[in-house]
Structures are given as C-alpha cells and as structure tokens.
C-alpha cells in the first residue's frame, strides 16, 4: 500500500538534545511538507520541499532543520534551539497530477522532559 | 491575504442529526478546497475536495460540501451523524504564489456526538 510513514510515533526528548523525526513516502510524490499542530492552533507550516535536494523555510522555520537528499524521505531534525517543541508534527506529501492534493502521514508526538 | 476561518470551535449534535460544518475563505481567485478529518492522534484524512465544475461534491463516509463563490465559502455536511464521526475537522485552501503551492488550513471544528 502506497502512503507517508512517520516514525517515531512518540518520542521524549531531554532538553537541549536535537532529535530527529522520520517520515517516509512511497507515493512518488515530488512535494513533500512538515507542519506542527497545537491544541486550537491548527497547522503550521515548518519547512517544504519542491523537490530534491531542495527545501524553503515555512512561517515557523526556526529551531528545526530539514534535508532532502531521496525523493522519497524527508526528515526534519528538532533542535536545541526550538524554545517550544512539544507539539504533534505532521509530515505530507503532495500529489500534483491530483489537484495538488495534501495527504498526510499518521503523525509524531515529541514531549520534551 | 488568503485565509481559512472556521467559525464554529465546538459543535454537539445528536447521532442522526443533519451535520453543518462552517468554512470561509478569502483568496483573489478560485481556490482548491478541502476538507480533512483528524481523529485524535493521528493524521488528517481527506474527506473530500473542489477544484472546478460541479459546485456540489460528494466525499467519503457520506459527506458532501457545496462551493458558493458569491459567499466565500466551503460547507461540510452530513444528512445523518453517526458516532464515529465525532473527531476533528479541518477545512483548507490550496494557492498558487510565486510558483509555489501553499496550504492555509482553518483552526479546526471538534465534533462531538451524542448518542
């Protein structure tokens, strides 16, 4: 089954440590995307990618690093530096011979202990 | 600026009771529209989506949203709730701008059923 595979699912996090969110898709789908979700804020764009070895900053950009070096992952590295990281992050990828359709994957929970 | 607002935080309907979940946008031209479903804890589902043509659309697990341009809005509805619709639910805009795809997703509805 085609899809976008996150991992991990849940993650703790020591202050000051960087951690690193997977996510993973078979679709072949060239656009891929992470946001972060907060209770009442909706979802917020960290940074995306057009292509390989191409990636722009989002409205949220700082603290997080990304890279895109396979079409087919895109991980997204939660730094020292993101005063606030405890959030549900979400990584998409975009289907454009589908109406530029956004499909997301399941989903990571990072709390920060 | 484009933007997504859905007005309605909360709604709590009866199970069998007709559902109507509010969304208005603001974009210079027509838009893709969406409607996604987010059970807690996991990702956005997509229930259903307008590009052009028929104003009418149908989606997934019975819902339907109608496009009315003259009101800027994208409305979710269900003829008959069922318990397991009760989860979130997220109404976005898809934009083109300097030759890059963007997404404003609303702040979200929470549905809750009664049974």
């Known amino acids: 089954d085609g899809g976008i595979t996150q991992s991990p699912k849940y993650l703790f996090r020591k202050e000051g440590q960087n951690v690193t969110l997977s996510c993973e898709q078979n679709l072949n789908h060239d656009a891929m995307y992470w946001y972060r979700q907060d209770p009442g804020q909706g979802l917020r764009l960290i940074y995306y990618?057009?292509?390989?070895?191409?990636?722009q900053k989002g409205d949220i950009a700082e603290g997080y690093s990304v890279s895109r070096e396979k079409k087919e992952s895109f991980p997204l590295t939660v730094t020292s530096a993101q005063k606030n990281p405890t959030a549900f992050y979400l990584c998409?990828?975009?289907?454009?011979?589908?109406?530029?359709?956004?499909?997301f994957g399941e989903g990571s929970w990072l709390t920060v202990v | 600026a484009q933007s997504v607002t859905q007005p309605d935080i909360h709604i709590t309907v009866s199970e069998g009771a007709s559902l109507e979940l509010r969304c208005n946008y603001s974009y210079g031209a027509t838009p893709y529209l969406f409607w996604y479903v987010q059970s807690p804890g996991q990702g956005l589902q997509l229930l259903l989506k307008?590009?052009?043509?028929?104003?009418l659309v149908q989606g997934i697990k019975g819902f339907e949203a109608e496009f009315k341009r003259s009101q800027s809005s994208f409305n979710l509805r269900k003829p008959s709730v069922h318990w397991s619709d009760a989860a979130e639910y997220f109404c976005a805009v898809g934009a083109v701008g300097s030759g890059t795809y963007k997404y404003i997703f609303g702040t979200g509805t929470r549905l809750k059923v009664l049974a």
């Open positions: 998409a990828s975009i289907d454009r011979g589908f109406g530029n359709t956004i499909y």
């Open positions: 990618s057009q292509i390989v070895n191409d990636f």
């Open positions: 307008y590009f052009s043509g028929d104003t």
